[in-house]
């Protein structure tokens, strides 16, 4: 079987890239990645040579040459990672957001009409869903949470959805989607609040949080969000939504004192900063069907995933310095090369 996965030089794809090689002995995988800025092939250099994978470097929104590529591999299985994902860029420059996030979902869903797949699998945000109040601890979001997005963003992830699900009812591709909550753990860019922290931290920069830091996330584990879109591959049902988190609330705020006292740094690094504008307060989610319907449940506390990320960041200085200095890029242009 071969699987098409794309943005796998990114964060989560290339976790799941290693997990589906290591999980599935018996299959196959191509990936798709255009190398933006959050794409760092240094990440999968340890697979590049696998007989197993193949690397291809092409922007998704590049219909020709993704029609080609899907003529020539005949994927059975499309799970697609590739998008512009940093809220902050987004309300900077929402057009990419707009190009990546949904043309290129739509050329990925064309070629996968074309080629026949078995599924189509479109990797989703809990924030589509927009956000929740803090003072309702009792609200959660389902599967049946209406659509309200905040960012472009947002917006663009929503937009991408409901191009999925009209491609699933009107031209039955078949389309399974998840939407999970916020991820961390090894390879994350160091744009994102936790490996931002750790970076700061390391070099006694300032910590900018945002507001007062109140906002509240739902913490999942990478390979736990890995693991769920593994069994959404093998027994979910097309056409369905599956929210994906751990009911892992926290606030900002105590993330970033947790991160400096684990690595023994003062809380005077902490510098409160201009709030994002939009900015969502609170996202927590319901995992409720994917547990009843599949037996998904996070397998990694959020106590020992965080140490174990901020001690993966401390032994793999190189990967995240490399991106600070820009040197990953010269990195990314000689591996391209090789594959
Ligand atoms: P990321 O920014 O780390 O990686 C994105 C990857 O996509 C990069 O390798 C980049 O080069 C590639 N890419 C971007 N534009 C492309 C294009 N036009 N063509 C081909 N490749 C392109 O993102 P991430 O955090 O790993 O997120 C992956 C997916 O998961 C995204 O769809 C995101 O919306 C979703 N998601 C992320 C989180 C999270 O907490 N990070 C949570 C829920 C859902
Ligand atoms: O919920 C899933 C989403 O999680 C994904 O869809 C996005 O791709 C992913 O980037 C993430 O979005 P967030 O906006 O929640 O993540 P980010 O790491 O940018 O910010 C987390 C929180 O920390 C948010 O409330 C903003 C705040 N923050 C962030 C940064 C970068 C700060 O206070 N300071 C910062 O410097």
């Given at each position: 079987?071969?699987?098409?996965?794309?943005?796998?030089?990114?964060?989560?794809?290339?976790?799941?890239?290693?997990?589906?090689?290591?999980?599935?002995?018996?299959?196959?995988?191509?990936?798709?990645?255009?190398?933006?800025?959050?794409?760092?092939?240094?990440?999968?250099?340890p697979v590049l040579d696998n007989p197993r994978f193949r690397f291809v470097r092409m922007d998704i929104c590049d219909r020709e040459a993704v029609m080609a590529l899907f003529r020539e591999e005949k994927p059975e299985v499309v799970v697609n990672f590739a998008a512009e994902s940093h809220v902050d860029r987004s309300i900077e420059n929402p057009g990419v957001f707009l190009e990546t996030n949904i043309l290129g979902t739509g050329v990925l869903m064309d070629a996968s009409r074309a080629a026949g797949v078995a599924?189509?699998?479109?990797?989703?945000?809990?924030?589509?869903?927009?956000?929740?109040?803090?003072?309702?601890?009792?609200?959660?979001?389902?599967?049946?949470?209406?659509?309200?997005?905040?960012?472009?963003?947002?917006?663009?992830?929503?937009?991408?959805?409901?191009?999925?699900?009209?491609?699933?009812?009107?031209?039955?591709?078949?389309?399974?989607?998840?939407?999970?909550?916020?991820?961390?753990?090894?390879?994350?860019?160091?744009?994102?609040?936790?490996?931002?922290?750790?970076?700061?931290?390391?070099?006694?920069?300032?910590?900018?949080?945002?507001?007062?830091?109140?906002?509240?996330?739902?913490?999942?584990?990478?390979?736990?969000?890995?693991?769920?879109?593994?069994?959404?591959?093998?027994?979910?049902?097309?056409?369905?939504?599956?929210?994906?988190?751990?009911?892992?609330?926290?606030?900002?705020?105590?993330?970033?004192?947790?991160?400096?006292?684990?690595?023994?740094?003062?809380?005077?690094?902490?510098?409160?900063?201009?709030?994002?504008?939009?900015?969502?307060?609170?996202?927590?989610?319901?995992?409720?069907?994917?547990?009843?319907?599949?037996?998904?449940?996070?397998?990694?506390?959020?106590?020992?995933?965080?140490?174990?990320?901020?001690?993966?960041?401390?032994?793999?200085?190189?990967?995240?310095?490399?991106?600070?200095?820009?040197?990953?890029?010269?990195?990314?242009?000689?591996?391209?090369?090789?594959?």
């Amino acid at each position: 079987m071969t699987y098409l996965i794309t943005g796998g030089a990114g964060f989560i794809g290339s976790n799941f890239i290693f997990h589906m090689l290591e999980a599935h002995p018996e299959d196959r995988i191509v990936c798709v990645d255009k190398l933006t800025y959050a794409g760092n092939l240094a990440t999968l250099e340890p697979v590049l040579d696998n007989p197993r994978f193949r690397f291809v470097r092409m922007d998704i929104c590049d219909r020709e040459a993704v029609m080609a590529l899907f003529r020539e591999e005949k994927p059975e299985v499309v799970v697609n990672f590739a998008a512009e994902s940093h809220v902050d860029r987004s309300i900077e420059n929402p057009g990419v957001f707009l190009e990546t996030n949904i043309l290129g979902t739509g050329v990925l869903m064309d070629a996968s009409r074309a080629a026949g797949v078995a599924r189509y699998h479109q990797v989703s945000t809990d924030e589509v869903y927009g956000d929740l109040p803090l003072d309702r601890p009792d609200l959660f979001f389902t599967e049946e949470t209406p659509l309200h997005t905040s960012s472009p963003y947002s917006s663009s992830k929503a937009a991408a959805d409901l191009l999925a699900l009209s491609y699933h009812r009107t031209f039955g591709l078949p389309v399974t989607i998840s939407r999970c909550s916020n991820n961390y753990g090894p390879y994350q860019f160091p744009e994102k609040l936790i490996p931002l922290m750790i970076s700061n931290c390391l070099h006694d920069r300032p910590l900018p949080v945002y507001g007062e830091g109140l906002n509240v996330r739902d913490w999942l584990y990478v390979e736990d969000h890995c693991i769920a879109i593994d069994r959404i591959l093998q027994d979910g049902r097309v056409g369905q939504v599956y929210n994906v988190g751990g009911h892992n609330e926290m606030r900002n705020i105590d993330i970033v004192r947790l991160i400096c006292r684990e690595l023994g740094k003062p809380v005077s690094l902490i510098t409160y900063v201009t709030d994002r504008k939009g900015h969502d307060m609170r996202y927590a989610i319901d995992p409720a069907k994917i547990h009843a319907e599949l037996g998904w449940l996070p397998q990694t506390r959020f106590a020992d995933g965080i140490v174990a990320t901020i001690h993966w960041y401390l032994e793999h200085r190189d990967w995240w310095e490399s991106i600070l200095s820009g040197a990953y890029r010269e990195t990314n242009e000689a591996l391209s090369v090789r594959v």
